[in-house]
């Protein structure tokens, strides 16, 4: 027997805890996403340490509970640990963005074509929908929103395309690529290109696979020749990124 089978699935653990204990996990992940999204929209740039002390202080829970957030986040690779010094937004050395592309322009094809094979009407709406938030951002001209939104796009490609491993992929390359764009970027670049997006959805629309992929890799293509020198990293206030929301 398949020590899997074994195994509850992971709704009915979480349906059989202790509402003490989904609190707990609910905090945690709403801490997560807070962070996850402030190193998304540069609020907290590559580079930034990570004070157990000051984030346990803003949220308002121990520190235990805010070093299970930074060893999450360490094993997506947004997040560095170093002994004796602490934790540390992740800031990708220029050898580290050239394997990322690499790693890019191997998956990115694959996740296209089989989005193509598996389309269905309310992916493509989830598509367009996503299109339409980063062309808000970028006639608003808030860069930290269009940054992420490019980067989720990608990620969403991937969720949409039904492969589990690829979307994880997705999820890790995306994060690192948008730390890569504030550290490398040429200043009158602003990440992915205001019409390449759509261009791609629709290629996809008219299940023409191998546009698509041609056109991703055009993409991919435009982002990494935007990349620029390091940049130097100031000091970040953490509670003026978070605010402070202990009781």
């Not at 346990?56 to 070093?67: L, Y």
């Not at 929908?129 to 930290?144: I, V, W």
């Amino acid at each position: 027997m398949n020590h899997a089978d074994l195994m509850p699935a992971p709704n009915s653990r979480r349906a059989a805890a202790t509402p003490a204990r989904l609190q707990r996990e609910n905090a945690q992940d709403e801490i997560y996403e807070k962070v996850y999204v402030a190193i998304l929209e540069h609020r907290l740039p590559p580079g930034t340490k990570l004070v157990e002390e000051r984030l346990a202080d803003i949220f308002g829970v121990s520190r235990a509970r805010i070093r299970e957030v930074l060893s999450r986040l360490a094993h997506e690779r947004v997040v560095e640990l170093f002994p004796q010094r602490g934790a540390f937004v992740a800031k990708p050395s220029i050898e580290q963005a050239l394997d990322v592309f690499e790693a890019r322009r191997l998956i990115e094809p694959a996740v296209t074509r089989r989005l193509v094979e598996t389309l269905t009407p309310e992916k493509l709406e989830r598509l367009r929908q996503h299109a339409a938030l980063e062309h808000d951002a970028r006639r608003r001209e808030d860069k930290r929103a269009v940054v992420r939104l490019s980067g989720e796009f990608h990620s969403l490609a991937a969720e949409l395309a039904g492969n589990t491993a690829l979307a994880r992929s997705m999820r890790e390359l995306s994060v690192l690529t948008c730390l890569m764009i504030f550290l490398y970027d040429a200043p009158t670049a602003i990440s992915c290109r205001a019409d390449e997006h759509d261009q791609i959805i629709d290629a996809i629309a008219r299940r023409d696979a191998a546009k698509a992929e041609k056109l991703m890799l055009e993409h991919l293509a435009h982002i990494e020749s935007s990349m620029n020198l390091e940049v130097s990293i100031e000091d970040i206030d953490l509670e003026a990124v978070f605010g402070r929301t202990s009781p």
